[in-house]
């Protein structure tokens, strides 16, 4: 066992000691503010304060865990064995910068509650990132500084058990438009027709009267190939529904279409679904809990399980809207123009919401890499798209943690710009 002393336990401190003692290094380890206690323990000890004990080894602590509400942060980044660090220490500290506030920095996305230049979704966009800012953003930074510590503290303290994080898999499937012809009603079929006839696509146009007609399978409809795919690798995927009404960014089916309802169904005795909260919910928890319902009627069970449409997230306000109408996990956390590590760690955490200083009980599931920023934002090949996956697997399998590849059911359609690119999911989740 680890004791730690500090001077005081703020929820800051112990929400990111709980993430990096308990969750990165597996540690069993206590934190105390009794001092007599910790004089007397006969425990392997450090301190984390702003000033060391004497003859006990010290991490020394900036405050960020110990202020409350958002301020302007100073940080200064520097190199320390080849690693980007921030949050300097001084010279007898056991680590030259403070591994505990750099971390909740990170995972509280702190960043993302000051003002920031909006991309044409009103998304936070990669660019605008801490991380991608100083070329980190490739990097679990988080779980590289977590290591950093473990080294340290098994020099200190050789009987202590450090078991770092177990890698996984865990592929995830957004279902945006369930088919690319079917089942999308008489006006919107008919404008389909019209604008392949006006715009010359009589290769769409054939393939469209082929499939309405009942010759030709539905280019979206993956479904059973999905299943096989995921069975033979023993891997769960979660499936994510978009129920909104009709608009600009939300496309799919009606939620009121029998074979839609029957296919969610379906999908839903064989994997966990969650809802697809659509782009106008996030401004409208009404709407938002309209979808919610939906989901839950059509699969009869509690839906607890979200991910955003377009990947739209707005500190702390959409989170705070998925905890009221009682959902306990989002997969959201990643950006859509570049891959890498929106959080800077590989590991599932809980939802800090800094307004109101408290970790709530929304876990929070990063993702890795997503099919459209690959094609779509990178413009990389199929070929390419491998192997730039494959590198950051690689490092999620080096580190411990959560692998979590973002896909969606057309973008394994072998059709228009997908031509290619089911061996790119199949490599992707190859274990």
Same mark, same amino acid.
């Given at each position: 066992?680890?004791?730690?002393?500090?001077?005081?336990?703020?929820?800051?401190?112990? /929400? +990111?000691?709980?993430?990096?003692?308990?969750?990165?290094?597996? $540690?069993?380890?206590?934190? +105390?503010?009794?001092?007599? #206690?910790?004089?007397?323990?006969?425990?392997?000890?450090?301190?984390?304060?702003?000033? !060391?004990? %004497?003859?006990?080894?010290?991490?020394?602590?900036?405050?960020?865990?110990?202020?409350?509400?958002?301020?302007?942060?100073?940080?200064?980044?520097?190199?320390?064995?080849?690693?980007?660090? *921030? /949050?300097?220490?001084?010279?007898?500290?056991?680590?030259?910068?403070?591994?505990?506030?750099?971390?909740?920095?990170?995972?509280?996305?702190?960043?993302?509650?000051?003002?920031?230049?909006?991309?044409?979704?009103?998304?936070?966009?990669?660019?605008?990132?801490?991380?991608?800012? @100083?070329? *980190?953003?490739?990097?679990?930074?988080?779980?590289?500084?977590?290591?950093?510590?473990?080294?340290?503290?098994?020099?200190?303290?050789?009987? $202590?058990?450090?078991?770092?994080?177990?890698?996984?898999?865990?592929? +995830?499937? %957004?279902?945006?438009? =369930?088919?690319?012809?079917?089942?999308?009603?008489?006006?919107?079929?008919?404008?389909?027709?019209?604008?392949?006839?006006?715009?010359? &696509?009589?290769? @769409?146009?054939?393939?469209?009267?082929?499939?309405?007609?009942?010759? #030709?399978?539905?280019?979206?409809?993956?479904?059973?190939?999905?299943?096989?795919?995921?069975? &033979?690798?023993?891997?769960? !995927?979660?499936?994510?529904?978009?129920?909104? @009404?009709?608009?600009?960014?939300?496309?799919?089916?009606?939620?009121?279409?029998?074979?839609?309802?029957? $296919?969610?169904?379906?999908?839903?005795?064989?994997?966990?679904?969650?809802?697809?909260?659509?782009?106008?919910? @996030?401004?409208?928890?009404?709407?938002?809990?309209?979808?919610?319902?939906?989901?839950?009627?059509?699969?009869?069970?509690?839906?607890?399980?979200?991910?955003?449409?377009?990947?739209?997230?707005?500190?702390?306000?959409?989170?705070?809207?998925?905890?009221?109408? %009682?959902?306990? #996990?989002?997969?959201?956390?990643?950006?859509?123009?570049?891959?890498?590590?929106?959080?800077?760690?590989?590991?599932?955490?809980?939802?800090?919401?800094?307004?109101?200083?408290? &970790?709530?009980?929304?876990?929070?599931?990063?993702?890795?890499?997503? %099919?459209? +920023?690959?094609?779509? /934002?990178?413009?990389?090949?199929?070929?390419?798209?491998?192997?730039?996956?494959?590198?950051?697997?690689?490092?999620?399998?080096? /580190?411990?943690?959560?692998?979590?590849?973002?896909?969606?059911?057309?973008?394994?359609? &072998?059709?228009?710009?997908?031509?290619?690119?089911?061996?790119?999911?199949? =490599?992707?989740?190859?274990?």
């Amino acid at each position: 066992m680890l004791l730690i002393y500090t001077n005081q336990l703020t929820p800051r401190l112990k /929400y +990111t000691f709980r993430f990096v003692f308990g969750k990165l290094l597996g $540690l069993d380890y206590r934190v +105390t503010d009794d001092l007599d #206690e910790f004089n007397v323990s006969h425990y392997a000890r450090i301190s984390y304060s702003q000033h !060391p004990l %004497d003859g006990i080894p010290f991490i020394q602590a900036r405050s960020l865990l110990f202020e409350k509400g958002i301020g302007e942060q100073n940080i200064h980044i520097f190199e320390y064995e080849d690693l980007p660090v *921030f /949050y300097a220490t001084g010279k007898h500290s056991l680590l030259p910068f403070d591994p505990f506030a750099a971390t909740f920095f990170m995972i509280s996305r702190y960043e993302e509650y000051m003002p920031y230049v909006s991309d044409t979704y009103g998304r936070f966009p990669a660019t605008e990132s801490f991380a991608f800012k @100083n070329n *980190f953003l490739h990097l679990p930074i988080v779980n590289m500084w977590a290591a950093k510590l473990g080294v340290v503290l098994s020099r200190l303290f050789p009987e $202590l058990q450090i078991t770092p994080p177990p890698f996984s898999i865990l592929p +995830t499937i %957004d279902i945006d438009n =369930a088919w690319a012809y079917r089942e999308k009603g008489i006006t919107r079929t008919l404008g389909a027709i019209m604008q392949d006839i006006s715009q010359s &696509e009589y290769a @769409n146009l054939r393939r469209r009267l082929n499939t309405l007609a009942g010759r #030709e399978k539905d280019i979206y409809d993956t479904y059973d190939y999905m299943k096989t795919l995921h069975t &033979e690798a023993k891997l769960g !995927p979660v499936f994510f529904f978009l129920l909104g @009404n009709y608009a600009q960014f939300d496309r799919n089916v009606a939620v009121s279409n029998r074979k839609f309802r029957s $296919l969610i169904k379906s999908i839903s005795d064989d994997f966990r679904v969650g809802i697809h909260p659509s782009f106008a919910s @996030n401004s409208d928890p009404e709407i938002l809990h309209q979808e919610i319902d939906r989901l839950s009627n059509i699969v009869n069970m509690p839906v607890t399980l979200s991910r955003q449409h377009f990947l739209k997230i707005e500190f702390p306000q959409t989170f705070r809207n998925l905890l009221e109408f %009682d959902i306990r #996990e989002d997969f959201s956390l990643g950006f859509a123009d570049i891959p890498g590590f929106r959080a800077g760690t590989t590991v599932p955490f809980f939802f800090f919401d800094i307004d109101s200083e408290h &970790e709530t009980p929304l876990l929070l599931h990063p993702i890795t890499v997503m %099919d459209a +920023t690959l094609n779509n /934002y990178m413009k990389l090949s199929p070929a390419e798209a491998i192997l730039h996956a494959a590198k950051l697997k690689d490092t999620v399998k080096k /580190y411990g943690g959560q692998f979590m590849p973002l896909w969606h059911n057309e973008t394994l359609s &072998e059709a228009f710009e997908w031509k290619g690119w089911r061996r790119v999911y199949e =490599a992707v989740i190859k274990q």
